[in-house]
């Protein structure tokens, strides 16, 4: 948005940015279906809960926004305001699929269907 000097601009750029947000959703997604393929029942789940998810995110936008007339009651920031809105709660979203492909530490009690982390090979010190 550092280019932008228009309302218009920043509605534009805030429109673009979370469509660059929601590609990375669903690519993440796409990666854990892939990756946890074996096990049926945990991807029926988590598309069940990821479209919860995408219900929740915009009911609490309308929460935050709730007039209908939307253009009139918030002028001409809304697209740039709903989109950063949507971007913010999105980023959240991608923090919370990665823990399916980072995995969690291994001796947590409650990994529920999380993968651990692998170990990675000490790197070799420079001098």
């Known amino acids: ?3 932008a000097t228009t309302q218009l601009e920043y ?3 805030a429109t673009s940015y979370l469509k660059a947000v929601d590609d990375e959703m669903n ?3 796409q990666i854990i279906i892939s990756q946890y393929k074996a096990d049926q029942e945990f991807i029926a789940k988590l598309r069940n809960a990821q479209r919860a998810w995408l219900a ?3 009911a609490e936008l309308e929460a935050r926004f709730p007039a209908k007339d939307k253009q009139s009651s918030y002028g001409s920031v809304y697209p740039m305001c709903s989109n950063t809105f949507l ?3 999105t980023q959240e979203r991608i923090k919370h699929l990665r823990e399916w492909l980072d995995g969690i530490e291994e001796g ?3 990994a529920g269907s999380m993968h651990y982390k692998r170990m990675r090979p000490a790197q070799p010190h420079s001098f």
Do not use: L, P, T
């Open 1 to 3: 948005m550092e280019a």
């Open 11 to 13: 509605n534009q750029c």
């Open 27 to 29: 690519r993440v997604y």
């Open 56 to 58: 929740f995110r915009d």
């Open 87 to 89: 971007v913010q709660r």
């Open 108 to 110: 947590e009690v409650c």
